[in-house]
T-cell receptor, first 112, second 116 residues
Framework: DQQVKQNSPSLSVQEGRISILNCDYTNSMFDYFLWYKKYPAEGPTFLISISSIKDKNEDGRFTVFLNKSAKHLSLHIVPSQPGDSAVYFCAATGGATNKLIFGTGTLLAVQP | DTEVTQTPKHLVMGMTNKKSLKCEQHMGHRAMYWYKQKAKKPPELMFVYSYEKLSINESVPSRFSPECPNSSLLNLHLHALQPEDSALYLC???????????????FGEGSRLTVL
């Protein structure tokens, strides 16, 4: 049972344009939704998160939007830079056990 | 010090070997985690320690044995592993079980394990 899903395994964007990464979830008990960035052979790095009581959180070039009624969140990166090329994992936590559950990841490639 | 340090970075072992993965953090975090990540898959939770006590075991086979000797250290002892156990093993920590200020965990760079 995949509680957190990222339906796009990959995304290619031109430098300077907007990257939009999407994530869907099924468990309405999640408290926080997080985005992690991962380079090959490295551990995931926390990027940005949003509480379930908010619908938007912004940090520099990164903005996360949460639509609770649709159980959907998205990460916007603007402007995209080549250094943003990595795998992005959506994750969620909360509920009875408070475990961090990851989505399957989206490989973002930002073309110069 | 805001790092989670894992050693070794790479480990190759036979199915009859006994080895250990080590994880260390000096951020004063009281929750520590082991995750396993196979290629092109998300990290999957294995164990959670809270205040040096095992809090969650995600039905992990007994050939993986975690140990938390103190609040800064987390070990994963490996014995009689199978080739399908080859993966990236990630250690993480957080101030407490609820994660950081935004629910986040802080990950190490991982230990790449190959079982022959």
């Amino acid at each position: 049972d995949q509680q957190v899903k990222q339906n796009s395994p990959s995304l290619s964007v031109q430098e300077g344009r907007i990257s939009i990464l999407n994530c869907d979830y099924t468990n309405s008990m999640f408290d926080y939704f997080l985005w992690y960035k991962k380079y090959p052979a490295e551990g995931p790095t926390f990027l940005i998160s949003i509480s379930s009581i908010k619908d938007k959180n912004e940090d520099g070039r990164f903005t996360v939007f949460l639509n609770k009624s649709a159980k959907h969140l998205s990460l916007h990166i603007v402007p995209s830079q080549p250094g943003d090329s990595a795998v992005y994992f959506c994750a969620a936590t909360g509920g009875a056990t408070n475990k961090l559950i990851f989505g399957t990841g989206t490989l973002l490639a930002v073309q110069p | 010090d805001t790092e989670v340090t894992q050693t070794p970075k790479h480990l190759v072992m036979g199915m009859t070997n006994k080895k250990s993965l080590k994880c260390e953090q000096h951020m004063g975090h009281r929750a520590m985690y082991w995750y396993k990540q196979k290629a092109k898959k998300p990290p999957e939770l294995m164990f959670v320690y809270s205040y040096e006590k095992l809090s969650i075991n995600e039905s992990v086979p007994s050939r993986f044995s975690p140990e938390c000797p103190n609040s800064s250290l987390l070990n994963l002892h490996l014995h009689a592993l199978q080739p399908e156990d080859s993966a990236l093993y990630l250690c993480a920590s957080s101030p407490h079980l609820a994660g950081g200020d935004s629910g986040e965990l802080f990950f190490g760079e991982g230990s790449r394990l190959t079982v022959l």
